[in-house]
């Protein structure tokens, strides 16, 4: 800290801004995020201390510290971000969709689809590691995912309303359509035969079919 | 953080057999099993230690030994069972149902639901810690995961052949309707509203909506 430190702190390492030299603050950040995200997704949470996520990152522990005051902090942070993001991409598909509830919920599905084949590891974290943030941390993180849930619950509902959609459990529909999407994350292979897109399009027909679309209106 | 055996072991405690007086070696097991599940509910497999296991079970850590030589025993013989046993209740569901694909896929997945209901606990370990399981026993477990899979599958392509449902994606469908009947073991509260059997008929009727049951033979 000041000249005059203790023998000790003689041996420590110099401090972050210096051992970054060169490096801008939010490549670092970014740097210990992804480490984290990857020790998270091998071992766990609970299985991962910050001296692992230093050392896959690349840097000195004290560093780590200097930018995420634990892990529980960059677990929230890789949370919210990509829920935040998935909101983002949700709302900008019905924002190009429009009003037709049949071309909402298809434009949504589409959307959550191609998050989920394209961010694997965050996923799989951000469903299995619920249990590990605080309670605040949880809260808001849960404020992002009912935002998300509420967007196909709308979009089925508005279809219903209409008339466009035959669905008796509305609610419980959105959900299903909400869960088999997400888990498209635990089995998709980039490697695989199918692109994203292809996946993303047949999940938007199935979730039509779910909640009857065209049946409503069309039906004998 | 790792699994301290060796220096307890040094201060090994009376033979298990002996500590163990008056209880069958079963109920010792059945005991480590359900302490291991809760420690890994907590914290992960990584997060968890054989010596935590054996403090939430009540045993010292070489008896814990005695009965399973690792907690990756433990965490495979979890998982082992809980997927034979979906599979058994899956068999014996499609004995109950007989050959009418829309009966049998319905209730395959009233029985899929039923077991996911009942067994949140083992059913969150059995989708989030299949990365800690070795090699050879991750290939036991995925057998039985293909076996049951293989159930929702050939309902599906029986009743596509029948022409009794009209869908265009019989594997994509199938799978569809496993993760979403998987997935009500992350939301799914006992002390809600709905009971099990509520929730198992309406991913049935889901389901069939789905394969776009009826549609195939009466359609317009």
Redesign the interface.
Known sequence: MSATAAPERARAPAPPVAEAAGEPAGEVETRLRRAALACF?????????MRDVAREAGCSVSHAYYYYPSKGAILFRLMRDITAELDARLAAAEDRAGPDPARRLAALVRAHVLLHTGRQDES?IG??EL?SLDADRLAEVMVLRDRVAARFLAAVAAGVAAGDFAC??PR??A??IV??T???A??YRADGPQSPET?AG??A??AL??V?AGAGK?G?
């Open positions: 997704v091998a071992k766990g949470f609970h299985g991962t201390s799989f469903n299995s249990r008796p459990t419980e529909t959900r299903a869960t088999m997400t888990a498209v635990t089995w996946v047949q999940y027909d199935m079919r779910l009857g069309d004998p």
